[in-house]
């Protein structure tokens, strides 16, 4: 993965969009700071599932800047956040929709036996574990909280 980012990364300078390469020197800064981190633990460079939680962070911090972007009056920067999510996205896999959210947090649910909101925490550590990058975590928290509250 990380070299499917950097591949892209030189296309983009080639091509001279700025846009592009800027939002790719992003992820790469973010994944040596990642890198950076591990080897301080004495642990390897970061794995292809690491990254896909750095780009689902980016992704979920930019729906956020949009968010303000376009409370604060300035619909310009959220329209260039919102060119910045669809250049991320396109290094994850594809993404569940609710449907598909909704039912595979129910499996989970039943698969691991949680009773309860006190096994919530163990259900999404189940779910990041298994669809890091393909599942909107704030969506399946919610479906989550409905079927064990």
Known sequence: MREQINQALKQAMKDK????TGTL??????????DI????????????DEILE?????IKQRRDSIIAFN??????????????IEIVTEFLPQQ???DEIRDICAS?????????????????GELKQRYTGQMDFG??????KEALG
């Open 25 to 34: 020197r992003l992820v790469n800064a973010a994944i040596t700071d990642r």
């Open 71 to 84: 409370d604060g009056g300035r619909p310009e920067l959220a329209v260039q956040e919102q060119e910045e």
């Open 139 to 144: 969506k399946a928290s919610r479906f989550v």
């Open 96 to 98: 569940l929709d609710e």
């Open 54 to 58: 750095i780009l689902s962070r980016m």
């Open 37 to 48: 981190a591990a080897r301080g633990k004495g642990e390897a460079g970061v794995s292809d």
């Open 108 to 124: 989970v649910i039943e698969e691991i036996g949680a009773q309860g909101l006190k096994d919530m925490g163990r259900t999404m």
């Open 17 to 20: 969009d700025k846009l592009r």
